[in-house]
């Protein structure tokens, strides 16, 4: 956006807010229901398919894989097709895939759901905040996502016990497309009527735009930043890519605080706290957006990152009293600040907007591919020697690894922006 153009637009401050909104229900809609909500069915399914859970679950994996696999179009398709069109198409595919579960009598006709999910919910799922968000706000881009994030969240937290209720009521079958026809109905009015990817295609600038910003809209002919080619070969990529994935490993602990509750001399009852406790994190999201956009996104990533691993090492040395545990995993929460959150800023501030959707879908594949091996990577140390120390001793070198790798992306940005930057405004040597 140049200036001529910022000065006959008009701000798109409402429109901007709207399309977060939207975002959050999408988030409900297709991540919260078809990932999270997954709990409420996988019980009943195993029970009457007569299959193990283990089995069951590897529907989430193939998700995982198929949603990496998707990336290197994402990321090319969302400059160039309707958000309208791009995210209700995707929606309904992996939707429908979603519905379709209450129909299998085998299990592996549910890893093909999964991998339809994938494919079509790389889409979405965890690039339209960041893609959408960063074109609408020049600033107040880290309280948007928060409070994208924090719809999503508590929408979630809502739909989960009403799934179950509806499953209780009508069975898992007929509840999938029950629960199916509930996220349409939530998410279809922002896809179909709200979201655009563009500001300027409306008429509008992004909210806090100035006449002398550069254009900030992913992809434009005048975006300034680093090319495509130039960034995925850098220090800096690769570290971050490595960050995102790495951190995105902290998502297996949630669903194993039951057996940390147990060794720590709690009842099922706390253990279920516990993972409240943790889910209450997600009402920290326009608070940490707050933060970012005041200290901005590297020093924030360095302080959600001494928390994560103080919490780490609190629950390591620190899990006798109960009340000490609670707050120790509200803050173990934190991660998900990184993954969501800072990830996606991270990558615009270090390679700006010109080729953003690509370089943060190719950022996606680690997350996807390493973060959805979460779960049985942590069981693993679980099992292996027979104590959740050992799981905990691994959070805290995960903290440690990703605030090194942290400041070496950091430390390499300056001198990638002076070698490669393109734009009116181009990093002076």
Known sequence: MSEEKGQALKPGNK????????????????????????????????????CDPTQLTLWITMYAIFMAISQPFVGRLWPKVNAKILTTVSFLVSIVAFALMGTYNEVWQFWVSGAVIGLSGGFYFMVAAPYLITNWFAKKTGLALGVAGIIGSLLGAIL?????????????????????????????????????????KLGMRPVGWEEGMETVTAGAADAPGIPEK???????????????????????????????????????????????????????????????????PWKTTYG???????????????????????VLVFFFAFQGAVVGNL??????????????????????????????????????????????????VFAVVIAVVCIVFTFIAMAAKKGLQR??????KAIAE
């Open 230 to 296: 130039k960034a995925v070969a850098s220090v800096v990529f690769v570290m971050l890519f490595l960050v995102g994935g790495i951190f995105a490993l902290y998502g297996g602990y949630q669903n194993l605080w039951g057996y940390a509750a147990a060794e720590w001399g709690f009842d099922a009852t706390f253990a279920s706290t516990m993972i409240s406790a943790s889910i209450l994190f997600g009402l920290m999201g326009p608070v940490i957006g707050v933060i970012i956009d005041k200290f901005g």
């Open 160 to 200: 989960s016990p009403v799934d179950a209720a509806i499953i209780a009521a009508v069975g898992w079958r007929t509840a999938y497309f029950v629960v199916a026809a509930i996220s349409c109905v939530m998410a279809l009015p922002f896809t179909l009527f709200v979201f655009e990817f563009d500001p300027a």
């Open 15 to 50: 429109r901007a807010w709207a399309i977060t909104v939207g975002l959050g229900f999408l988030m409900g809609a297709g991540l919260q229901t078809i990932l999270a909500g997954a709990g409420n069915f996988i019980p009943l399914v195993c029970a009457d398919l007569q």
């Open 343 to 392: 990830i996606p800023l991270l990558t615009r501030d270090a390679f700006g907007p010109k080729a953003y959707t690509k370089i943060f879908s190719y950022m996606q594949i680690g997350i996807g591919l390493i973060g959805g091996f979460s779960n049985p990577i942590v069981s693993f140390f679980y099992t292996e020697f027979g104590t959740f120390n050992a799981p905990m």
């Open 304 to 326: 959600v990152m001494a928390i994560q691993l103080i919490a780490s090492a609190g629950l390591l040395f620190f899990h006798g009293s109960a009340p000490v545990v609670l």
């Open 419 to 424: 070698k490669y930057w393109e734009g009116e």
